[in-house]
C-alpha cells in the first residue's frame, strides 16, 4: 500500500516508492551516505527543530538513478529524531519511526503494523521499510532487501526543510496585503498579475524581476500583466511561492489531495506561463503522486533535478532560476553598483547626518526590512529620525556613535564592511573583503 498525500505541512504521508526527485527542489540536503558507511545517532538528531525531514533509501546504479527514490517517508524532525527504547516505534504522518542510539533508526509504513528489531535493525517482512544501522556498522534494510551492510550501490539520503518564519525571510507582504502599508514609500515599484476571473495580485517589481525574470520582461509599460486561467486563488499561490518559497500543502488548512489536487494543477498552468520551472516541475511532482497516474510529466522542458554527486549542505535545484530563494536574491547584488532600477533602492548613508566625505551604499528596501529587524523598524518608523521619505535616504548615526568613522577620517574601511554586510543581508553567505583581507564562509 502506498502513502497517502495530505496538507498538514508536508508533502506525502506514509511510506512512498519511487517518489520523483523534482518534489525536492529547495529542499538541503543533511546526509547523504552509502549503505557500507556507518550512520551515527549525532547523524539524525543534528537536525534542526521544526524542520519537514524526508529519509529516503535509493539505488544508486537503477536505470532511473537520481531521478526517483525507491523508498522515503517524511515527517517533522521532532518526531522523526524521537529516541524509542528497543520495542518502541514513533507513530506519526503515517509512518512508524524508530530511533535508538547504538542500535537502529528507520521507519514502516503503519500498514505494516510493527517492526521486529531483535537484533537492532528491522527484519519483519514487508516492502515499506527502511533500517539503518547506528555507530558502528554499514546497511541494513532498503525495502524488502536486507543484509546491505557492504553494499556501495544503495544510498541513506536525508532532506530537510524549513518553513518557519525565519526561513521565509520575513518579506514585508505583498501590496494590497494587511500590513503592507504604503510600499512606494520604502519598497518601490509593483507589478500587477490578472486572472481570468478578474482578480489581481500586486507584488514588489525587484522580488519578481529576481524570481521570474522571464515574465518580467514581458511587463509593459502599465506594469500590468495577464495569468491565463488564473484565478484569485492561484494569484495568491504565486504570491506565496514568490515571496517564501511555500508550497500550497505547506501553509494551506488540512485538505485532503482530491481537494488540492486542482488548486496545484492551476498553479502548475500559471508556473508554465510564467516560466516559472522550479515552481512547475515541483507541482507536476507532487500531481504525479496525487493523481496516480503517470501520464502526468514528471519533468516541464529540461531535464528532472538528479540526485547524482549530491553532499551535505547542498540544496536541491541550487542555480535553478526559481528555485531557491537566497540565489535569486543575490542576483540583485549586481544591480547596486549601476543606476538601474533606483525606484527599488534606498541610499543607506553611513553617518548620523550627509557629511560629504561619508561613505554611502545603494540596497533594495524591500531586502534591508526582509533580512534585518532594524531596518524594518527604520523603514517603518514616522517621525522620519533613520528615513527621508521624500529622498530616500537612510542614516546610520550609530557609525559615529560607535566611533567605527568621524569627518575627516578615510571612510573606506566602514564602507567595506557595510558592503560584506549587504552580502550577507542578500544571500545569507558571509563574505569578508575588509582591510584587504579576504574569505569567505
Known amino acids: 500500500m502506498d502513502g497517502t498525500l495530505e496538507s498538514n505541512g508536508l508533502p506525502f504521508r506514509g511510506v512512498l516508492e519511487n517518489l520523483p526527485t523534482d518534489l525536492l527542489i529547495g529542499w538541503t540536503v543533511h546526509y547523504h551516505d552509502a549503505y557500507s558507511a556507518p550512520t551515527r545517532a549525532q547523524d539524525l538528531v543534528s537536525l534542526p527543530q521544526g524542520n519537514n525531514?524526508?529519509?529516503?533509501?535509493?539505488?544508486?546504479?537503477?536505470?532511473?538513478?537520481?531521478?526517483?527514490?525507491?523508498?522515503?517517508?517524511?515527517?517533522k524532525s521532532d518526531a522523526v529524531t524521537t529516541l524509542c527504547a528497543r520495542w518502541q516505534t514513533t507513530a506519526h504522518n503515517g509512518v512508524l519511526w524508530y530511533l535508538e542510539p547504538g542500535k537502529a533508526f528507520g521507519f514502516a509504513d503503519?500498514?505494516?503494523?510493527?517492526?521486529?528489531?531483535?537484533?537492532?535493525?528491522?527484519?519483519?517482512?514487508?516492502?515499506?521499510?527502511?533500517?539503518?544501522?547506528?555507530?558502528?556498522?554499514?546497511?541494513?534494510?532498503?525495502?524488502?532487501?536486507?543484509?546491505?551492510?557492504?553494499?556501495?550501490?544503495?544510498?541513506?539520503?536525508?532532506?530537510?526543510?524549513?518553513?518557519?518564519?525565519?526561513?521565509?525571510?520575513?518579506?514585508?507582504?505583498?501590496?494590497?496585503?494587511?500590513?503592507?502599508?504604503?510600499?512606494?514609500?520604502?519598497?518601490?515599484?509593483?507589478?500587477?498579475?490578472?486572472?481570468?476571473?478578474?482578480?489581481?495580485?500586486?507584488?514588489?517589481?525587484?522580488?519578481?524581476?529576481?524570481?521570474?525574470?522571464?515574465?518580467?520582461?514581458?511587463?509593459?509599460?502599465d506594469a500590468e500583466v495577464d495569468i491565463p486561467g488564473a484565478s484569485a486563488r492561484s494569484l495568491r499561490d504565486l504570491a506565496a511561492y514568490i515571496y517564501g518559497a511555500l508550497l500550497p500543502w505547506e501553509y494551506s488548512a488540512r485538505l485532503e489531495p482530491k481537494e488540492l489536487l486542482p488548486r496545484v494543477l492551476e498553479l502548475m498552468d500559471a508556473a508554465k506561463f510564467m516560466e516559472l520551472d522550479a515552481l512547475q516541475r515541483i507541482c507536476a511532482a507532487w500531481c504525479k503522486l496525487a493523481a496516480k497516474a503517470d501520464a502526468l510529466p514528471l519533468s516541464c522542458g529540461a531535464d528532472p533535478v538528479r540526485m547524482d554527486g549530491l553532499a551535505q549542505g547542498m540544496v536541491v535545484g541550487s542555480g535553478l532560476p526559481g528555485a531557491v530563494l537566497e540565489?535569486?536574491?543575490?542576483?540583485?547584488?549586481?544591480?547596486?553598483?549601476?543606476?538601474?532600477?533606483?525606484?527599488?533602492?534606498?541610499?543607506?548613508?553611513?553617518?548620523?547626518?550627509?557629511?560629504?566625505?561619508?561613505?554611502?551604499?545603494?540596497?533594495?528596501?524591500?531586502?534591508?526590512?526582509a533580512r534585518s529587524a532594524f531596518f524594518a523598524a527604520a523603514m517603518a518608523s514616522a517621525d522620519g529620525r533613520f528615513v527621508e521619505r521624500g529622498r530616500r535616504r537612510v542614516q546610520l548615526g550609530i557609525v559615529e556613535d560607535l566611533g567605527l568613522w568621524r569627518p575627516g577620517e578615510d571612510s573606506s574601511y566602514v564602507s567595506g564592511a557595510f558592503r560584506a554586510l549587504l552580502h550577507h543581508i542578500y544571500t545569507g553567505r558571509r563574505q569578508v573583503e575588509v582591510g584587504g583581507l579576504k574569505g569567505q564562509s
Open 53 to 75: 525531514v524526508l529519509v529516503a533509501a535509493t539505488n544508486a546504479d537503477s536505470d532511473d538513478a537520481g531521478l526517483n527514490l525507491d523508498v522515503s517517508a517524511c515527517g
Open 110 to 221: 503503519r500498514s505494516e503494523l510493527r517492526t521486529d528489531r531483535r537484533r537492532g535493525a528491522d527484519t519483519a517482512e514487508g516492502q515499506l521499510r527502511v533500517s539503518w544501522h547506528l555507530d558502528g556498522h554499514g546497511g541494513y534494510r532498503a525495502g524488502s532487501l536486507e543484509c546491505l551492510n557492504h553494499d556501495n550501490s544503495w544510498r541513506k539520503l536525508v532532506f530537510r526543510r524549513d518553513i518557519g518564519p525565519s526561513a521565509t525571510w520575513l518579506l514585508p507582504s505583498a501590496p494590497g496585503w494587511e500590513g503592507a502599508g504604503d510600499p512606494g514609500i520604502v519598497f518601490g515599484a509593483n507589478i500587477t498579475l490578472r486572472g481570468s476571473d478578474g482578480s489581481c495580485q500586486v507584488l514588489h517589481s525587484c522580488l519578481l524581476r529576481c524570481r521570474c525574470s522571464a515574465l518580467h520582461r514581458r511587463i509593459g509599460a
Open 327 to 369: 540565489d535569486d536574491m543575490a542576483r540583485l547584488l549586481e544591480e547596486l553598483e549601476d543606476a538601474s532600477y533606483m525606484e527599488d533602492k534606498v541610499t543607506v548613508i553611513l553617518a548620523r547626518s550627509d557629511h560629504q566625505e561619508a561613505a554611502s551604499c545603494s540596497a533594495h528596501g524591500l531586502v534591508l526590512c
